[in-house]
């Protein structure tokens, strides 16, 4: 999908997971806030928002982007969305080391964030997962080991901005 953004030719550019295709309903109001925003983000952690996963996925990613927003000291509420449009030369201006699960895009928005750029996030319930299709919990092991992949990458992008 990199080589697909960097080689699209829209001034707008995203991405959402394949089972997510609900969220397109959000893209009118998410492109019209590119007005005011570099990026804009559909986020599970601010007033009005939701998630409606199963309680140990929800309670292990609210407290994951707690966590990262002390931790990369950000304003944004939900680092880990991955729900997202962006001016086309934002992306080209940071693109995306694109290595791993989701973790890429915390570093991402990391560096976007630090370099002054403005990040709106836009409140949203994320739906419960179709048993059988979550990339990231189809059991704990592999939720452990992702989580684990997501740790090493912050400390990654905390070397990084000394």
Same mark, same amino acid.
């Given at each position: 999908?990199?080589? =697909? ?7 707008? +550019? =995203?991405?959402?997971?394949?089972? %997510? &295709?609900?969220?397109? @309903? #959000? ?12 990026? +804009?983000?559909? &986020?599970?952690?601010? !007033?009005?928002?939701?998630?409606? *996963?199963?309680?140990? /996925? +929800? ?20 680092? &880990? &969305?991955?729900?997202?449009? %962006? ?12 290595? =791993? #699960?989701? !973790?890429?895009? %915390?570093?991402?928005? $990391? ?5 002054? #750029? @403005? ?12 048993? =059988?299709? $979550? ?8 939720? $452990? ?6 740790? %090493? *990458?912050?400390? *990654?992008?905390?070397?990084? /901005?000394?």
């Amino acid at each position: 999908y990199l080589v =697909g953004l960097i080689n699209s030719s829209g001034d707008i +550019v =995203g991405w959402i997971d394949s089972n %997510m &295709s609900s969220v397109i @309903k #959000h893209y009118p109001q998410m492109i019209n806030k590119l007005d005011e925003a570099d990026i +804009v983000i559909l &986020s599970r952690y601010i !007033e009005g928002s939701k998630d409606e *996963r199963n309680k140990f /996925r +929800v309670i292990v990613s609210y407290l994951l982007n707690k966590f990262l927003k002390l931790i990369l000291r950000s304003k944004i509420n939900d680092i &880990s &969305s991955g729900l997202h449009i %962006m001016k086309r030369e934002i992306f080209l201006s940071e693109i995306p080391i694109a290595y =791993g #699960h989701g !973790e890429f895009f %915390m570093e991402f928005l $990391s560096r976007i964030e630090k370099r002054g #750029h @403005k990040i709106i996030e836009l409140t949203y319930t994320h739906p419960g997962d179709i048993e =059988g299709n $979550s990339k990231s919990f189809p059991n704990l092991y592999t939720f $452990s080991k992702l989580g684990f992949f997501y740790i %090493m *990458r912050l400390l *990654r992008t905390l070397l990084k /901005r000394q």
